[in-house]
């Protein structure tokens, strides 16, 4: 089963895609990172761009799941909007296309990589680069590197909710 997970931004979006091989959900292999970064100054052309390449990245490796960063209470509330838009052009993109959406906050995602809530960038970076055997200067952008966390989130929480029901 291919994971998507998405760091929305409308600067950089950054995405994971992993595999979850076995059927008892164990098993993670790395297939894909990358960033979206839109060219445009002005925000409706940036949601497009973002539109348009997310939708291509879903057709290209067709998720069963997105998960995708939460909104977290932010000091500047343009930035927190702007963020909820880009969320918002991600989550429309997964709807039209029937993949199921799952939201984690940034501490859910840190505490599930890292087995600490207020992680560093750094630290997420690392922690990905040794769960998934990757180079340590593999994932060199902090958007990709977030995205790749929020799809192991998913794989954890969902391989927790197989052992509870």
């Known amino acids: 089963m291919i994971i998507c997970g998405i760091d929305p931004g409308t600067r950089a979006t950054g995405y994971g895609i992993l595999d979850v091989r076995s059927r008892s959900q164990t098993s993670l292999a790395y297939v894909s990172h990358g960033t979206i970064r839109p060219r445009s100054e002005d925000l409706a052309a940036r949601l497009r761009e973002i539109y348009i390449s997310i939708t291509e990245i879903f057709r290209e490796y067709s998720p069963a799941e997105v998960a995708i960063e939460s909104t977290f209470h932010a000091v500047n509330v ?88």
Request: charged share 20%.
């Open 78 to 165: 343009q930035s927190a909007l702007k963020l909820g838009q880009a969320r918002g052009v991600v989550i429309l993109a997964a709807s039209l296309l029937s993949i199921p959406v799952f939201e984690y906050s940034p501490t859910e995602v840190k505490k599930a990589t890292c087995g600490y809530g207020r992680a560093g960038k750094d630290q997420v970076s690392a922690m990905i680069a040794t769960i998934l055997h990757l180079p340590r200067d593999m994932v060199a952008s902090a958007d990709a590197s977030d995205a790749l966390a929020i799809g192991l989130c998913h794989s954890s929480s969902r391989r927790m909710k197989g052992f509870i029901q």
